[in-house]
């Protein structure tokens, strides 16, 4: 069964720098393409990252490009989103998915920006 559970959120003022992790529990990590995708309240689900397997290819929603950071350690099957230079517009629940859409995805991980 895969399993993915994120990490790391929680609340921050804006201007401020989050780090999210994710645990995961599939034998095929390495060879995945993984996906941070996130849902403010009343928003529909937006994708934020994609990372290639070896960690050498990412992609970048317009919206958030230049404030974020997707690397992954295949070595700890764990992806990770470095959120710099947080903005109230970023809170939200964030999820790490295998899927593009955001199908396949853990519990979440709530980022709050607020002072």
């Known amino acids: 069964q895969v399993q993915l559970v994120e990490s790391g959120g929680g609340q921050v003022q804006p201007g401020g720098s989050l780090r999210l992790s994710c645990t995961t529990t599939?034998?095929?990590?390495?060879?995945?393409?993984l996906y941070w995708v996130r849902q403010a309240p009343g928003r529909l689900l937006e994708r934020l990252a994609g990372i290639n397997p070896s960690g050498g290819a990412t992609s970048y929603a317009q919206s958030i490009k230049g404030r974020i950071t997707a690397t992954r350690d295949n070595a700890r099957n764990t992806p990770y989103l470095e959120m710099t230079d947080l903005k109230s517009d970023d809170t939200a629940v964030y999820y790490c998915?295998?899927?593009?859409?955001?199908?396949?995805r853990g519990p979440g991980t709530q980022v709050t920006v607020s002072s």
């Open positions: 599939f034998g095929s990590f390495s060879a995945s393409w």
């Open positions: 998915a295998r899927r593009g859409t955001g199908a396949e």
